[in-house]
Structure formats: C-alpha cells, structure tokens
C-alpha cells in the first residue's frame, strides 16, 4: 500500500521521503552576513552595547512601533530579568498553556505560579478566571499571547489597575503582531520577544524586552549587565543577559525580510483553512478582529468524537509519513513534576486547559513551505490516497 502510494507521488513529483518539519529558521544570503562578520573581526568589537547592537535596537523600536526596547541574550533570560526589574515577588498568575520557559522564569526569581484556565475561543488566559485566584501575596499577571494571538489585555489591565498588580506579557510569539494599527508590545507593564531559532523572527538566539519607561530601560539595561550603572556603581544583582554583535548583526539583516516571511504564512496559512474547511472534527482559529497577525504557529484542534481519530493518532500518521507536527502545548505545564504538586495545578481548576492539550496539533508552517506540501498534509488529514 505505502509503496504503491509513493510511486504515484513520485509520478506526481511529490517526494513522499521528504521531510517536512514544524518550522523551518529564515536566514539572509550568507554574503550578506559575511559582511558583518568581516567588520567584527576587523573592529574587534564582540559585545557589551557595540555598533550594530545599538543600530538593531534602534532599528528594532521602529519596526515594532514601540518606544524603548533592550535587546537580550534570549527570551528567558528576558521574562526573568523582566520580573526582577519589576520586584516581582509572592505570587503571580499565569497560564499553563505555553512553552515552559513562561513558568520556569518565575521559579527562577522564587516566585510562586498560580495557573488560570484558558479562554477556549482564544487559549489565552481567561480574564473571567483571574480576579478568583488573588490573595494578599499576589503580586502581578504573567500572560501569554499565544501562538501570536492578542491575548484580552483590556480586560486584564483592568483587573490590574483594580487590584494594584502588574502585567508582564510573554510576547514571544507576538513579534510584529498589532491591533488596530497599535503594537500588541505597548500593553501591561513590560512585554518580552524570543528571536530562537523557531520564531517568526530570529537572531539564532535572542529576545528583548520591551518598554514605554525611559528609566525602566535604562534599569533593565543595568540589570542584564551584572547590574553595572557605570563603572564603579552596582545597582544591583543583575546578570549577563546581553546579546552579543553577531546577533544584533544577524537581526538588522532579518528586519529586512520579516514583512515578506510574514506575508508568505498568512498565504499559507489561508491555504491551510481553505483545505481544512470542511473536516469535521478539525477546528482551527480564524484571524481576530482589526489584527495584524505574524502566522507563525498553525494550531488544529482534534475532536475524536467528530473526526474518528485522536490527535496522537494524528500525531503518529502524520509522522510515519515523514510530517513533524508539533503538540505544543502538551503537556501541559502545570501536569510537569516541577508544578503538578501546586493547587492551582488541580484538574479542577484547569478543565479548558487540559481539554485543549489533548486535542492541540501544530501544523508545519514557514514562509517557504510549499502548497503542495500543504496538499500532502491536509490530503493526510482528509483520509485521502494522493
Ligand atoms: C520560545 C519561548 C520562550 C523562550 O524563549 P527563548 O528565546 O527560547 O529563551 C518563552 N515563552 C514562550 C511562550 C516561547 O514560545
């Protein structure tokens, strides 16, 4: 059977041994880069606030429509550095529905994560849930928008002006992503980026963390470099969380075809939908009203009940024949030994959340995936011999 399929395909020209993962990094030409290096060898300038990291933060501020930003070594250097540069202590509530750096960064500055169900139309932090989870330690809100989709930040600023709290956004798939002509960064307190490999926009590694607070950018740029004001003055215990000249480097050449790439998804991505339309048992997210999105994530929920097959079973067919979808985000991170033992981890107090991460599929998509790759993944998806 499989054999008889491939040599269709092979006649189809459709090589079924290729393999098709997740994400795939979008890199410039390498002469482009070779200039770059070429200068840092020259100048000997690798690090600590160099030329082409104050260009790429300049550069970056404008792209984003953002008013001060502070490049950093990567993104959980950068959530962490966030919650010192706030004082952040006690409590904070946040969403098991991400990637593990969200609450892996609070454990790290001894802080304790209180989770809040998820919203089903949007799987961001529910606002509904929040005000219950309060007590006297709580200190601040950790959302997340995930998958790039805003997450309801009214609501949630308004819940944190009431109860005095402050709003730290992981923004790291949120790069470029704005509502109604206004960057998604300019909300809460502070929003933090990831440029790893897999985003939609990357410096190999990197992040930054965004702010509107002249002083709050100088204090976080103190505090990513040992907590050094100048010299001789110490601010405090900060850590190396700078990012360094090749990557800064590497980001002005990205900012140049980040609209493109982005472009390419949202193509893709309304391919993905057109195929997808009419499966029961599949559901996808359609765009939000008057957003810009960056489609970096292409999220499927499986329905056993509707679709006859559970999302493992998906996971599995897909792979055997050579597609690397990705379930994130399964587990979640409150069912992780580090969190499960915490009372806010109880199934009781999480239902939309573990439904959606037995049923979550990420579907490949970048900007060179090709229509008949994503033929031969909705074609998978739909039972369907090619
Ligand atoms: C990628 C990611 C991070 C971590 O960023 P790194 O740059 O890899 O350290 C944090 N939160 C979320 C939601 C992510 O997807």
């Not at 200039?35 to 300038?45: P, R, T, V």
């Not at 709050?216 to 360094?244: S, W």
């Not at 069912?335 to 199934?347: E, V």
Request: charged letters at 20%.
């Amino acid at each position: 059977m499989a054999m008889a399929r491939d040599i269709i395909m092979r006649k189809k020209g459709i090589d079924t041994s290729d393999k098709i993962f997740v994400t795939s990094p979008s890199l410039p030409p390498l002469t482009e880069f070779n200039k770059y290096l070429k200068d840092i060898w020259q100048n000997k300038k690798l690090t600590n606030n160099g030329k082409y990291h104050q260009e790429f933060e300049q550069k970056l501020c404008d792209y984003l429509g953002v008013k001060y930003c502070s490049p950093v070594a990567n993104g959980t250097l950068g959530l962490i550095l966030a919650l010192q540069a706030l004082r952040i202590t006690g409590e904070v509530i946040t969403t098991p529905f991400s990637f593990i750096a969200t609450t892996h960064a609070l454990h790290w500055n001894g802080i304790t994560p209180v989770f809040c169900d998820i919203s089903p139309e949007t799987l961001n932090i529910n606002p509904e849930n929040i005000e219950a989870l309060i007590t006297p330690k709580t200190t601040a809100i950790l959302p997340v928008h995930v998958y790039g989709n805003p997450a309801d930040v009214d609501k949630i600023q308004k819940i944190a002006d009431t109860y005095g709290l402050k709003v730290i956004y992981d923004a790291a798939h949120a790069f470029g992503v704005k509502v109604n002509g206004d960057s998604i960064l300019n909300s809460g307190d502070l929003s933090v980026l990831s440029f790893h490999a897999t985003k939609v926009f990357n410096t190999f590694e990197g992040g930054a963390i965004i702010t509107n607070n002249e002083k709050m950018k100088h204090r976080i740029d103190f505090l990513k470099n040992f907590g050094f004001a100048d010299e001789v003055t110490i601010v405090g215990p900060g850590i190396n969380g700078k990012m360094n000249e090749f990557q800064a480097a590497l980001g002005l050449l990205q900012l140049k075809s980040v609209d493109e790439n982005i472009h390419k998804s949202k193509i893709i991505a309304e391919y993905y939908r057109q195929r997808l339309a009419d499966i029961p048992g599949i559901k996808f997210l359609k765009d939000f009203a008057n957003t810009r999105h960056n489609y970096s994530y292409f999220p499927i929920l499986i329905d056993k009940a509707g679709y006859g097959k559970d999302r493992d079973e998906v996971y599995e067919l897909l792979k055997q024949n050579n597609i690397y979808a990705r379930r994130y985000f399964y587990p979640l991170i409150s069912q992780t030994p580090t969190y499960r033992g915490l009372p806010s981890a109880s199934s009781y107090n999480l239902p939309v959340a573990e439904s959606v991460a037995k049923q979550i599929l990420c579907l490949p998509i970048y900007p060179d995936l090709t229509f008949r790759d994503i033929d031969r993944i909705t074609n998978l998806l739909n039972n369907k011999e090619i």
